[in-house]
């Protein structure tokens, strides 16, 4: 962008107001005619002082584009060594934020700064936002010592319903390069607040010398870019949206651009309210095909701009006071690493790893297996368990992972975890078990505690009263899953499974009544599947008294996971049982040990980095999986053996086993360098290929400093790696797992194809 809102913008795009703060006009003059004084200056022509007569939702979304917050000049500023934050002492908007370390003006220009929005909708409209731009401070106060203020709105103008008895309590305060933003919500306007956002940055600007930005969200396993700046990528449905949107989820996000970023983070462990890191395209893009923000600061006489908000949902009913979730925005230098390092810090002041069974803890593999699926697929009896778990138990496989145990088959008959008679009898599993136990095989029993089978009768006769209901009264429901015949993998006959109410007592109560049959069968854990999933849902709704209620889906999680806990701490010991879930998130790490899901090219290890020594697993299912083995290694992934997807033996696939089997004798052998280490992404070393940087690369830091360089070669050729560790007084040496024992390292060393090398410092 040559001139454009992104960059340094024009000063002379839009005048500011300028108030002199001594003058008679201020200290006498009513807030609102400051209002209109100062939108006479800030308003360009044309279009966009129509843009402050219309109301949002009315005629075109140009207005909406075009409408600007009227600014006084006269500006509260907070500040130290790391960051410059100044807000509008009429509007409150953030007409400032910069990176003082860098000169990064987040905030571009004041003209386009922005102070809040909100929707309270009415019977009549649930479109029925109340505008920063409309309403002005109530009070603002800075601290003596410079570091903090407080703003607060009062009596709040909408859209359509006038003035409402509301109050907005605002708290902006600095710890070195954080900026904390806390508000207080109260509520008496007789409407629920459904959403705010707070804070909002009216036009992030990139740094000067980046020539992209993007932004990227923790998922699952791992990290996703999406580009905002030239190309900006919509994320969501363009018939429900006037501008292109992203709305990222988790506990925080990264706005990356060159060498610098910005952290978005929700500092929150109770999860009772949603947030989403929004970003909007304003206008528009000049060029649709190929997704471009417009290159100048007005394009059609509209004002360019990148919205960075943070949105929070805390369904305040009337009547009721609320504290949102703290906002915590940190500018840093670096690339995402950096960024998580912000995380990495908050995490450590809350999380407490669970006391989990020492295998696990160990360098470990397993192998997954399904038994039965929703479409009678009736593929092993009870009774022929102990035989197919043979095989694990000569390989020294550690854990067999059973799927499709209970009654109907894998994600049919929800949430019961009863035995299905078609298989054998509840005593004929529970021996099964103990027979593969004796091999010195664990036996891990995959569960769903979240969904109920909309098929079944018990779903009509009680369950539907305790799934998670829209603000309409509709439950909310998941598609579900297509099984092994042409009908349901062409969704004709799929099961629809419900979400639940996972907060009400009642659900609270059966997942803890079907978890305990996994204890009493004599399982060394489960793998609770599906662990981070609502199907889209974050709450179950009520009313009560004519207001909506809102109950956190995301917090039932955190309620259900403590139940679990605390039923295996009065039976069998943590120590002596795993629980483990699909793709959990960081919050449930603090009861789910283990965490599954898959990898594939492209990946960002995002939450191996927020969490170097969280037991990780994923799935491998090719035939010849060396590349899958090699990430493995790369990523500290323990290996869950998945033939003929997750239905197959372990002697299906023997090129891919023997390789596993070899790996994991390697981490064992080294396992002070590339388990008991901290990951440390590709941080710490430099790897080149011909001189060319070398991607395929990560490295881990022991206790005692000392670090190993893991290289994977995925190439089909073999490659000569040069590995540069900086000045280092150890002994390189470099081992593999087709090559274990130690060789001298100079440097270079020529890595096979398909395969990988650790370099050691000794």
Request: with cysteine; aromatic share 10%; proline share 6%.
């Amino acid at each position: 962008m040559s001139n454009g809102a992104i960059a340094d913008r024009n000063p002379k795009a839009a005048p500011r107001c300028s108030i002199n703060r001594d003058s008679y006009a201020f200290r006498a003059a009513s807030a609102f005619l400051i209002f209109l004084a100062c939108a006479g200056a800030l308003f360009f022509p044309g279009a966009r002082a129509q843009g402050w007569k219309w109301p949002s939702g009315n005629d075109s979304p140009v207005h909406d584009s075009d409408r600007l917050t009227p600014v006084s000049g006269k500006t509260a500023i907070i500040e130290n060594d790391d960051v410059r934050l100044g807000f509008d002492s009429v509007s409150g908007a953030l007409v400032q934020f910069e990176y003082k370390k860098t000169g990064w003006k987040i905030q571009t220009a004041p003209e386009l700064a922005e102070s809040f929005r909100i929707f309270a909708p009415t019977a009549q409209r649930s479109y029925n936002p109340i505008l920063g731009a409309r309403n002005q401070l109530s009070a603002i106060e800075k601290a003596p010592d410079g570091q903090s203020l407080k703003l607060v709105w009062r009596s709040l103008k909408s859209e359509y319903r006038g003035m409402l008895d509301m109050t907005l309590t605002g708290t902006v305060s600095l710890d070195g390069p954080e900026v904390n933003f806390d508000l207080q919500v109260q509520n008496n306007s007789g409407l629920t607040i459904s959403s705010i956002d707070w804070p909002v940055i009216g036009s992030l600007g990139k740094p000067k010398a980046a020539s992209d930005m993007r932004r990227m969200a923790n998922e699952e396993h791992g990290g996703r870019e999406v580009p905002i700046y030239p190309v900006f990528r919509n994320e969501m449905g363009y018939w429900g949206t006037n501008f292109p949107i992203q709305m990222g989820a988790g506990r925080y996000n990264l706005v990356l651009a060159g060498d610098q970023g910005i952290y978005l983070g929700t500092h929150d462990t109770s999860y009772q309210e949603v947030t989403r890191y929004t970003v909007e395209l304003k206008p528009g893009y000049s060029d649709s095909f190929d997704d471009r923000v417009p290159d100048d600061v007005e394009i059609s006489n509209h004002p360019v701009r990148i919205v960075t908000s943070i949105e929070h949902f805390p369904f305040v009913p009337s009547g009721e006071t609320a504290t949102l979730a703290r906002i915590v925005i940190c500018p840093f230098q670096g690339d995402w690493h950096h960024g998580a390092d912000v995380y990495r810090r908050w995490r450590a002041t809350w999380f407490h790893r669970p006391i989990t069974p020492a295998w696990v803890e160990k360098v470990n593999s397993w192998q997954e297996l399904q038994i039965n699926s929703s479409e009678d697929d009736l593929r092993t009896k009870y009774t022929d368990l102990p035989q197919r778990a043979a095989e694990a138990a000569k390989a020294g496989i550690d854990a067999i992972q059973i799927v499709g145990w209970a009654k109907g088959g894998q994600d049919r008959g929800l949430p019961s975890h009863d035995t299905d008679p078609r298989l054998g009898t509840h005593d004929e599993l529970k021996q099964a078990i103990a027979k593969i136990q004796a091999m010195g095989v664990h036996v891990v029993l995959f569960n769903k505690y979240q969904w109920a089978d909309t098929s079944t009768a018990a779903y009509d006769r009680e369950l539907q009263n305790h799934m998670a209901h829209d603000p309409n009264g509709i439950p909310y429901q998941f598609s579900g899953y297509g099984y092994q015949t042409p009908e349901q993998l062409e969704d004709i006959n799929t099961r629809r499974l419900a979400v639940a109410c996972i907060p009400d007592p009642f659900w609270l109560n059966l997942s803890a009544t079907e978890f305990r049959k996994s204890i009493d069968l004599g399982a060394s854990g489960i793998l609770f599947d599906d662990v981070v999933d609502h199907a889209g849902a974050d709450y179950c709704f009520s009313h009560k008294n004519g207001q909506l209620v809102a109950k956190s889906l995301w917090a039932g999680d955190s309620m259900l996971g403590e139940r679990l806990r605390q039923i295996v701490g009065s039976t069998v010991g943590p120590e002596n049982f795993l629980l483990s879930g699909e793709a959990a998130y960081d919050l449930e790490t603090r009861y789910y040990s283990l965490t599954y899901s898959r990898i594939s090219p492209g990946y960002i290890p995002l939450a191996r980095y927020n969490d170097p020594f969280l037991p990780m697993m994923i799935a491998v299912t090719g035939f010849d999986d060396r590349e899958m083995i090699n990430e493995a290694l790369r990523y500290r992934f323990i290996i869950s053996y998945e033939p003929f997807h997750f239905k197959g033996n372990l002697s299906d696939f023997p090129l891919t086993l023997n390789y596993g089997l070899k790996m994991d004798e390697f981490r064992k052998k080294y396992h002070e360098y590339v388990w008991d280490a901290e990951f440390r992404d590709d941080q710490d070393a430099d790897v080149t290929v011909e001189g060319e940087p070398f991607p395929g690369f990560s490295t881990y830091r022991r206790s005692d400093g000392r670090r190993a360089v893991v290289v994977v070669n995925s190439d089909r050729r073999p490659l000569t790696i040069n590995v540069d560790l900086g000045k280092t007084s150890a002994v390189l040496e470099w081992a593999s797992p087709e090559s274990p024992e130690l060789h001298p390292f100079s440097g270079i060393v020529d890595v096979p194809a398909r395969s990988a090398v650790v370099v050691m410092e000794q």
